[in-house]
Nanobody
């Protein structure tokens, strides 16, 4: 079993920045990918960005300019830097991890979500 613990959300003014963190813990062989998704009120959950254990990144087209994903492999932690925040970035941000179990089977895990609110 793997636990994902997110932190870094909160209330921020438009134009500000936030850095979200998500740490994976538990018993597993290795991490394949970690990523961030978000869900705004009344909308479906959408991809923000994903990073592989090798450092390759993939962003949703609309997220390429203000969002930066990175991963510290030694700490099993993924980060999401969000700059120039806009009110439309208000959402619950969820961490996701694809993890290889001890038998090399692939599992998918989600964090509990962290609220980001952009408002003046």
């Amino acid at each position: 079993q793997v636990q994902l613990v997110e932190s870094g959300g909160g209330l921020v003014q438009p134009g500000g920045s936030l850095r979200l963190s998500c740490a994976a813990s538990g018993v597993f062989f290795s991490i394949n990918t970690m990523g961030w998704y978000r869900q705004a009120p009344g909308k479906q959950r959408e991809l923000v960005a994903v990073v592989t254990d090798g450092g390759s990144t993939n962003y949703a087209d609309s997220m390429k300019d203000r969002f930066t994903i990175s991963m510290n492999n030694a700490k099993n932690t993924v980060y999401l830097q969000i700059d120039s925040l806009k009110p439309e970035d208000t959402a619950v941000y969820y961490c996701n991890a694809e993890v290889y179990g001890l038998g090399f089977e692939l599992y998918d895990y989600w964090g509990q979500g962290t609220q980001v609110t952009v408002s003046s």
